[in-house]
């Protein structure tokens, strides 16, 4: 490893930053900057995919655009990814290693696999379903449960073959066919967008409306603050895709992985230092090496901050569209999406602009939901392979490729009857509601009061954050217990 003259001799020294990170502020400049937009579209993908085509238009559909401050406040998760990345890029660590080592037994690592294992075969379920409507919509029949299975092992078998790079573009061409048209239909509406605005900034708890608990009576029933947790799990980098996140950039060999040949076995030799010394001590110490590390960190910056913004604008589309198009119509009917018509109500999102682009409202449906579950295998198998690692010797030796092949054995053998549950009766939506309050929320909070814990005890002083960094990723843990408030209020 490259030493920084004059110190240590175990001192490392940080990559160069590639030219363009450099540069004087130009519009060429920032055009390439969107070339580092590549894990964030994964992350995207899996957002759009499980929340904004199932709960999105839903609650627009009863609460208007009262709830749209839960949009807002996703930037909190979002936040504590980049304090994990930050952490990690700097000091090549994994965050899974540590979390392990610093607790007794590796008790955090285990709740998290815990959460994992029992939650995420309901999100399989309720994939399966919605993939399977979906097709089963286009190809006008069908059994939706045996088409969203056969659909899952392709999926199944296709991450298993191939490569992270083809994930990455993959979903990045997911992203754009939903997203174009999810943003083309409310340009179409022509809304208020005077009345809509202040809502991303005003948190309210709407209640259901009468409509509602008249005529969906079993809707009605699921508490409105699960929901909202539900929803806000939808929206934010979880529990899963966080800890896939962090093994993607370093594939993508950004900070101090820049140009190591192994990022794995470096930040293996780097946790060994760790455990040998018990500190760090290989980080440089002098301000231009400081600069350098913090010019590192821009492509994840930049990555996060597109991710981000994508996932806001198209969730606010699917959820404005929802508000002006669904519940109660002019004929004094009511078009709302339940348990057995999820998305073939949703259709009229895109069939408002013109009837012959209903069908692309399909495809996009299957793209995104099938991107959901390719870029799901890959996000839940890495997130289980780096936090298990940490407590399992034996699982050190096993190769990743030869794990997810277990792993999604063991997803879709539980995920299939509960999909069958679904199939003959069991609340799809509550099943989605529950997982995504464990992975989206009350992980990510977890999580995060970890990474802030070991950013500010484990680097050295000169790498923590500063106290607007502690005060921001404090206040990004409470923003995401807002919602818990109103099972209180």
């Known amino acids: 490893m490259n030493r920084t003259a004059g110190h240590d001799e175990d001192t490392l020294q940080f990559p160069e930053p590639d030219a363009v990170l450099t540069e004087k502020p130009s519009l060429k400049k920032y055009l390439k900057y969107l070339l580092f937009f590549g894990p964030g579209a994964v992350v995207v993908s899996v957002t759009i995919g499980q929340g904004q085509l199932i709960l999105g238009p839903q609650m627009g559909a009863w609460a208007d655009f009262k709830l749209l401050w839960l949009i807002t406040i996703n930037i909190a998760s979002y936040i504590i990814a980049f304090v994990a990345c930050r952490f990690m890029l700097f000091s090549g660590l994994n965050i899974m290693d540590l979390l392990a080592l610093k607790t007794k037994k590796g008790w955090l690592n285990w709740l998290f696999i815990l959460i994992i294992f029992i939650f995420v075969p309901l999100f399989t379920a309720a994939i399966i379903t919605t993939l399977g409507q979906s097709i089963q919509w286009i190809i006008g029949g069908g059994n939706y449960l045996v088409i969203g299975t056969l659909f899952c092992l392709f999926a199944a078998i296709l991450a298993l073959v191939g490569r992270y790079r083809l994930v990455e573009y993959s979903q990045a061409f997911f992203v754009v066919v939903l997203g174009i048209g999810a943003i083309a239909s409310v340009i179409v509406i022509k809304p208020d967008l005077i009345n809509i605005l202040p809502h991303f900034f005003l948190v309210a708890n709407p209640g259901y409306p009468e409509w509602l608990t008249t005529n969906f009576p079993d809707e009605a029933a699921t ?24 093994a993607w950039i370093k594939i993508k060999r950004w900070g101090i992985f820049k140009d190591k040949a192994d990022p794995d076995a470096f930040s293996r030799s780097m946790f060994d230092v760790f455990k040998r010394k018990g500190k760090i001590t290989y980080l440089p110490r002098d301000e231009g ?41 002019p004929d004094g009917t009511f078009r709302f999406p339940t348990n057995i018509n999820l998305l073939r109500e949703q259709g009229v ?51 990743y490729k030869k794990f997810m092949g277990y792993f999604m054995l063991y997803i879709l053998f539980t995920g299939i009857p509960l999909a069958i549950m679904g199939y003959y009766g069991v609340s799809i939506l509550l099943m989605l509601s529950l997982t995504l309050l464990f992975i989206g929320v009350v992980g990510v909070i977890i999580y995060g009061i970890g990474v802030i814990y070991l950013s500010q005890t484990i680097l050295p002083e000169e790498y923590r954050l500063g106290k607007a960094g502690v005060a921001l990723s404090i206040i990004a843990i409470i923003l995401l217990c807002i919602p818990m408030l109103f099972f209180f209020i």
């Open 289 to 329: 090496e400081r600069k350098k590390a913090r010019t590192l960190l821009k492509p994840v910056l930049i990555d996060l901050g597109m991710a981000f913004l994508l996932v806001s604008i198209i969730s606010a589309a699917y959820m404005i569209a929802g508000a002006y198009l669904l519940g109660p119509q």
């Open 349 to 399: 999102i895109f069939s408002n602009m013109a009837p012959w682009l209903e069908p692309l409202y399909q495809i996009s449906v299957v793209f995104a939901l099938f991107g959901t579950v390719y870029a799901g295998f890959e996000a839940v198998s890495r997130m289980v392979y780096e936090t298990a690692r940490g407590v399992s010797r034996k699982l050190q030796e096993i190769p």
């Open 223 to 246: 508490p409105i603050p699960l929901l909202m947790l539900g929803y806000l799990g939808t929206l934010s980098i979880t529990l899963i895709t966080i800890p896939g996140y962090l």
